[in-house]
């Protein structure tokens, strides 16, 4: 952050975090398993991705979720439903504090699992829990700006910077040492299509 401040660069941060909910007990064979919608035998086995369905069938430990956060000052957005049975996406707003996003996205990380359980249920935000089913990320949206408030990450025309480039060729240039888990390399080697890399400018993959 302090090198960033010296060459007059000040980030602007929001965090996606994305999770499964998970039923306490294995199926059959000893895999996890998606919950049972809340007071039904309806266990969901198919893509619910935007389901507004699926959000009221789960809507008692999401709507804590929401609660608590609010109560503890985690700046966390709405849930959506994700793209496979369980998965659901909360976001935290965006802000200039950096450390301050960490510490939120910890925070709210450590409530789902805590009202998850209280709704008898487990949480996981590990990147690839099913082999199955798409896996789960943390996305960090990441804006630059100069102390006049204005996107470096683009010029003018709305075109690339040269920044921007610099960026991504040091993202890229790090990302293995973003992928030192087990998890996290079951992710990679996923049948699943891989998706695009999105940046504030456009999209780079995939």
Same mark, same amino acid.
């Given at each position: 952050? *302090?090198?960033?401040?010296?060459? =007059? ?16 007990? !294995? ?5 996890l398993q998606p919950p ?5 035998? &309806? ?9 507004? @369905?699926?959000?009221? +069938? ?5 709507? &804590? ?26 976001? /935290? ?7 301050? $996003?960490?510490?939120? *996205? /910890? ?11 209280? +709704?008898?249920?487990? *949480? ?10 798409? =896996?789960?990320?943390? +996305?960090? +949206? ?5 102390? !006049? ?5 683009? @010029? $003018?025309?709305?075109? &690339? ?12 240039? /790090? ?10 390399? !079951?992710? /990679?080697?996923?049948?699943?299509? $891989?998706?695009?890399?999105?940046? @504030? ?6």
């Amino acid at each position: 952050m *302090a090198a960033a401040t010296q060459r =007059g660069l000040f980030p602007v941060v929001a965090v996606e975090l994305e999770f499964y909910l998970l039923d306490r007990q !294995r199926d059959a064979e000893g895999y996890l398993q998606p919950p049972c919608a809340p007071g039904t035998d &309806d266990r969901n086995t198919q893509s619910q991705v935007y389901s507004v @369905d699926n959000l009221n +069938h789960f809507a008692d430990v999401l709507n &804590d979720i929401d609660e608590l956060a609010q109560l503890q000052l985690i700046p966390a957005d709405g849930a959506v439903a994700e793209a496979s049975p369980g998965q659901f996406e909360i976001n /935290l707003y965006h802000t200039d504090n950096v450390l301050e $996003a960490c510490d939120d *996205a /910890l925070a709210l990380k450590r409530l789902v699992r805590l009202m998850a359980e209280k +709704h008898k249920m487990h *949480a996981t935000f590990m990147a690839k829990p099913y082999e199955e089913h798409a =896996g789960s990320g943390m +996305h960090i +949206h990441i804006s630059m700006q100069n102390n !006049r408030g204005e996107n470096v990450l683009s @010029d $003018a025309e709305g075109e &690339d910077s040269p920044l921007l480039k610099k960026m991504l060729a040091g993202m890229i240039d /790090l990302m293995p040492s973003s992928n030192g888990v087990a998890g996290t390399k !079951r992710e /990679l080697v996923s049948p699943l299509p $891989a998706g695009d890399v999105c940046t @504030d400018a456009g999209v780079v993959g995939p």
